[in-house]
Nanobody, 117 residues
Framework: QVQLVESGGGLVQAGGSLRLSCAASGSLFMLKSMGWYRQAPGKQRELVAFDPVAGSTNYADSVKGRFTISRDNTKNTVSLQMNNLKPEDTGVYYC???????????WGQGTQVTVSS
């Protein structure tokens, strides 16, 4: 089993910054990727950014140039630095890891990000 504990998030004005962090523990053998998704009210969950073990980081077009994902392999953590936040960035942000030959997804409990205009 894998446990994901998220921290960060909160309320910020447009143009501000927030940093999300996620600590992973448990059976992380054959880690494939770590990343962040978000879900706005009434919308489907969408990819924000992910960092594969093999390959380059990927970002949603809407956050390119504003968000930066970083992974610390020694601590099994993944962070998301969010700058120049916009009201449309509002939502619940979920940490995600993909593990093993079956590419199993694990999710954090979610953390609320609210950007006021």
């Amino acid at each position: 089993q894998v446990q994901l504990v998220e921290s960060g998030g909160g309320l910020v004005q447009a143009g501000g910054s927030l940093r999300l962090s996620c600590a992973a523990s448990g059976s992380l053998f054959m880690l494939k990727s770590m990343g962040w998704y978000r879900q706005a009210p009434g919308k489907q969950r969408e990819l924000v950014a992910f960092d594969p073990v093999a390959g380059s980081t990927n970002y949603a077009d809407s956050v390119k140039g504003r968000f930066t994902i970083s992974r610390d392999n020694t601590k099994n953590t993944v962070s998301l630095q969010m700058n120049n936040l916009k009201p449309e960035d509002t939502g619940v942000y979920y940490c995600n890891v993909v593990i093993g030959r079956t590419w199993t997804n694990y999710w954090g409990q979610g953390t609320q990000v609210t950007v006021s205009s």
